[in-house]
Structures are given as C-alpha cells and as structure tokens.
C-alpha cells in the first residue's frame, strides 16, 4: 500500500531543544507525524518538511523539552477539584486566610469551604499553622474543612454539627483523636493518618458526575500549564470501574489531554474505616470488569488510560502514614511479611505488577523479607513492581531492590515537608533523604514524582527545585549538596524515570525519531535560570500526541477551549489551581 505521507502534521522550530536522546543532545526544530515525532534537526531540515497543511509553531528561542510524566498521582481523586480552595505556592497565611473568607462569601448555603491539602505551615512567611480563631473568623457562615498533609484537619463549628461531631452519627475512627479545650468542649482540631482524613472527606458533600468530569478538566489543565504531558493514577477513593467513568467522559467528548495510564486497588470506606483486599482486586479485574496489564481503555492515544497493575496501599494494617511531624509509623515485621506472603503470591503467580507504599526502611525490610521467599516459589521473571516514596532505604534494601528487579519512585513531599522531617528526626537525617545519589549510583529504576494532591503538592517544578537546589519551599536547606541531582538528571527522572514505570520508556521521554510527540516549550529556560527561578518554571506550549493542549501568552490562541468551570461558585474559576499571583483574583 502506498505511503500517504506527504508532510508533517506539526513542525516547531526556531527552539532549543533538550532531546534525552545521546545520538542528538540537541536539536533545534522537530516535525511530528501521526502522534510521533518523526524528525529532529535544525530548522532548515525540519522546515523542509512541511506542506500546506502543515502547521507551523515559531518557538522564539524558548527551551523546549520531552513532556513530563508524573508517576505517582492521584489524579482521579480531584473530581472534587473545582470544590478546593488551593493553598499549593500561597506565599502568607493572611493571603492563605483572605482566600477562605472570599470563597465563604460566594459558597452557597449547603456547601463548604474547603482546602484539601498540598500546602505547608513552613511555606507561608509566618512559618506557622493557622489557628481555630482565625479559621472561624475566615469562614463565619459555612461549614469549613482544611486538611494539613494527611496529619491534621481543622473544622469549624458548623462543620462539626454538619458531620454530628460528638454524636453516635460521627463514626469512631482508628487513631483519630480530637481535641478539646479545657472545659471539655471539641476545639475542631482533629489529629489522624491518611485514612482518617479520606473518610471523613467522603462525608463532605460531593459534586455530580457532570462537575466531577468538568474538576477533572480543570485539574488536568493545570497539569498541563506546568508541562506535563502523561500521569500515572496511583488509585483514588473511587476504584476501578466505577471510578474511572469520569475519564470515560473526558475521553468521549475529547477533552483528556494528558495520557493516563493507572494502577488501582479495591477500597471501601465503611463507617469503622478503610477496607483493602487484594481478592477483590483480582475478582474485579478477572471477573467484574475484566482488564489485563497493558491493557489501553483509550481508543486513540497510546497509553492513553492504560491499566498498569496493582497499588499502592498494602492495606490499613500495614500503611506506614509518612506524616513527617511525627515519628515514623513501624510495622510490626511479622504482621508484615505474613500479609505480604499470602497476597503477593497472589498477584506474582498472576503476573499482575504491583506498586507499593512504604516510606520507613524499617518497614521495606520485611516486605523484601516476604517477597524474596515469594521469588523462590514464585519467581518474578521480570515482571514489573515498585517501592513507592522510600525516604529512609538503606544500601542494604537498595541492593536487594535491585537483585529483585525492583525500582523506587520517589517524590517531593520532602520539598513540603521536609523542615518537618528535620525538626521531627533531624536536620543531618534530612539532608540525606531521600538517598537519590545512592540510588542513582545502584542503577535500578527511579522515577521523581509528586504524590499529590492530599499529601503533598501537585506543582512537579517544586519537587524538581528542590531536588536540585536542597531547599525545601521554606527556602531552608533539607537536601545536602552531595545528595543533589543535576538539572538533566532531575528532568531525567520526571520523563524517562517515570516511563518506565508504564513499560513505555522506549518510546516516551525522548525528544527522537519513533517517540510519542509529547513535549513543553518553556517560560525559562531550565537549564540557565537561577536556581530559586526554578520553582517559577511553567509551560507557554504543551503538547501531548502531536496536539496542542495547553497555551500561554503568545500561544494561548493556539490552546484549545476547556468547559466553563463547574459551578459557578468554584473557588477555581476566582483562584485556579496552583498560586499565581497575577490571576489570584480573577
């Protein structure tokens, strides 16, 4: 059959390019056919390429580079996006505290107030927490809740009559504990772990599945204001199927525009808690809604909502909550290796991959106690699994990671938390956590990821500065300078560290021939701007299977139009997403 190709859909030119490919570092122009690049070179070659129905984008000289995956996010939990008031980047805790009382002002009777993580006392320049006081005069005459990293909440009076605070209607939560004042009465300072603040967030009203798919949207544009092009979903509240509607939608109306492969663990939240089980994730996926590794739900783009495996929470019993403002949560190593023997087992002789969370080296000691003698029995042969966050492993653990045929994805809650970690286990132990040029030295996999958007910031340019600059958001040290990666390794791990974790790095993170054309042009340049510019890094072009999705001052016409948010009242239509001080206010 004869080629119809006649000239490239895309070219960009006039750019310099970071290419991750050794046979071309460099390049000055790229041409895209079909989805995939299909040329790099200078502008003279490239523009060769093009015909009449070529469309051609003059970069201006901007740094462009592959687009950036992030590996560990749980994107599908912010179908409550447009609902938050987000405090990621707010430079003050007035500014943080005027937001909250301008949201109040607009949220309709019925609704709440609400921020749900993804900020830091140590990033406001009061360095400090808000207190009940100021929360209650912000928010007077809506019930308010604001999470704080998956170690606190505050709730305001209204809230807590709204969720019948101190009545048999408010369940009893393991390890919540609440605050009282002197005389006895509830002050609205809950303290708790990861699963106590996800129950008590389904309590909250929740949008319908039309504002759910348009919060979606939303935060998938803001995704892509920050150059990422891809997102690995590391399991939301809502699982698999039922969970995934709203990307269905998304994909039906053309409006997903960063690739989103998934893992996915069946969670039940029930009035005692969370339930996790490893049978019902292989009954769902065998016998419910039938799905295998690999296997891509998205009927255009390559790993476009592609199913990735098992992860990331062992279960409530064996979660080791990584809230740096306190000691570290230790399993009990038997609990462990028993738990992990008899439902790994289960997912190796399966050949299902599996991504883990564990953050304390001496809780991933037994889980790779367990999962040696499962290789013995069971060998894993290649197949695909992973340590998720691993602040504190040991050489020991890395090698043994290693001779497993594991990888490690790390992420940039020490960016957020890390004077957290340091005042809690000290500044020397935070300099050298988590250990990225000893993992980078043993040569398995590692991705830089986020894990937002509860526990930590979703902005990847936060996690990237602070790998590369050892200053957390504070300004403080928290990486020492012999622990740091450099810019090219940095970006490295947010492209092609994080491919590998969907089996793609052969054909995703690479600016070369064959490559899926996902890639960002840049507001500044990464690998010249002063190393506390870095945070302030944005998109002006991204572009995800050869189609812009996303534009910015010169290019914003170029973008495509997104949905108006949903509802009206959303404290994003006023605030977006991440902080910008220049549209803060729109």
């Given amino acids: 059959m004869q080629d119809t190709f006649v000239g490239a859909d895309l070219i960009v030119h006039n750019a310099r390019i970071t290419t991750q490919n050794l046979a071309q570092p460099e390049a000055a122009a790229l041409a895209v056919k079909r989805g995939r690049i299909y040329a790099v070179g200078n502008d003279a070659e490239i523009l060769s390429l093009k015909d009449q129905g070529t469309k051609v984008i003059d970069a201006g000289g901007l740094r462009l580079i592959p687009g950036l995956e992030d590996a560990h996010l749980h994107l599908l939990n912010s179908k409550f996006y447009n609902y938050e008031t987000r405090w990621d980047g707010v430079p003050t805790l007035a500014r943080a505290l005027e937001m909250l009382h301008e949201q109040a002002e607009r949220t309709p009777e019925g609704q709440w107030v609400r921020v749900s993580g993804g900020w830091s006392p140590h990033q406001f320049e009061e360095d400090r927490l808000p207190t009940m006081e100021e929360l209650e005069r912000a928010v007077p005459n809506r019930p308010l809740h604001v999470q704080y990293a998956y170690n606190q909440a505050f709730i305001n009076a209204q809230a807590m009559e709204q969720l019948g605070v101190g009545t048999s209607a408010f369940p009893d939560l393991p390890g919540m504990v609440f605050e009282k004042d002197q005389d006895g009465r509830y002050t609205g300072v809950v303290h708790g772990n990861t699963f106590t603040f996800i129950t008590i967030e389904a309590m909250l009203p929740a949008p319908g599945f039309e504002e759910?798919?348009?919060?979606?949207?939303?935060?998938?544009?803001?995704?892509n204001?920050?150059?990422?092009?891809s997102v690995i979903d590391c399991a939301s509240s809502e699982p698999y199927p039922e969970g995934h509607n709203i990307v269905g939608a998304l994909i039906k109306d053309d409006l997903l525009r960063v690739r989103l492969p998934f893992i996915d663990i069946q969670i039940a939240i029930t009035s005692s808690g969370f339930e996790i089980n490893v049978d019902d994730a292989i009954e769902t996926i065998t016998k419910k809604a039938p799905i295998s590794p690999g296997q891509n739900l998205h009927p255009r783009w390559l790993h476009g909502h592609e199913y990735e495996g098992y992860g990331e929470a062992l279960g409530p019993e064996l979660h080791d909550h990584e809230d740096f403002d306190q000691p570290a949560i230790i399993i009990d190593p038997e609990l462990m290796r028993s738990k992990v023997a008899e439902d790994f087992t289960k997912l190796v002789k399966r050949r299902i991959p599996f991504r883990v969370h564990l953050s304390y080296n001496e809780n991933i000691t037994p889980f790779l106690d367990a999962l040696e003698k499962i290789n013995q029995q069971t060998p894993l042969d290649g197949l695909r699994w992973s340590i998720e966050h691993a602040e504190t492993i040991s050489p020991e653990n890395i090698a043994r990671v290693r001779k497993l045929g594991g990888a490690v994805a790390l992420d940039?809650?020490?960016?957020?938390?890390g004077d957290s970690f340091a005042t809690t286990y000290s500044r020397e132990k935070a300099l050298q956590t988590p250990p990225f040029r000893l993992l980078l030295q043993s040569g398995i996999p590692v991705a830089l990821t986020t894990d937002g958007y509860r526990a930590s910031s979703y902005h990847p340019w936060t996690?990237?500065?602070?790998?590369?600059?050892?200053?957390?958001?504070?300004?403080?040290e928290v990486l020492g300078s012999d622990n740091r990666l450099s810019r090219a390794e940095a970006l490295k791990l947010f492209t092609l560290g994080a491919a590998w974790f969907e089996n793609s790095e052969h054909e995703k993170g690479r600016i070369a021939p064959g490559n899926l054309a996902d890639f960002a042009v840049l507001n500044a340049d990464y690998f010249s701007v002063p190393d506390d510019e870095i945070r302030g890094i944005s998109s002006v072009l991204t572009v995800v299977d050869g189609r812009v999705v996303f534009g910015d001052g010169d290019y914003r016409d170029l973008a495509p139009e997104l949905p108006e948010v949903m509802p009206a009242w959303s404290p994003v239509k006023y605030f977006g997403g991440y902080y910008d001080a220049s549209s803060s206010s729109r």
Avoid: C, E, P, Y
Avoid at 212 to 223: C, E, F, M
Avoid at 463 to 476: D, E, L, M, P, Y
């Fill in 463 to 476: 996690a990237i500065s602070w790998a590369v600059t050892g200053k957390s958001v504070s300004g403080s």
């Fill in 225 to 229: 204001r920050f150059g990422v092009t």
């Fill in 412 to 417: 940039g809650k020490m960016a957020v938390h």
């Fill in 212 to 223: 759910q798919v348009n919060s979606l949207g939303q935060a998938i544009r803001d995704l």
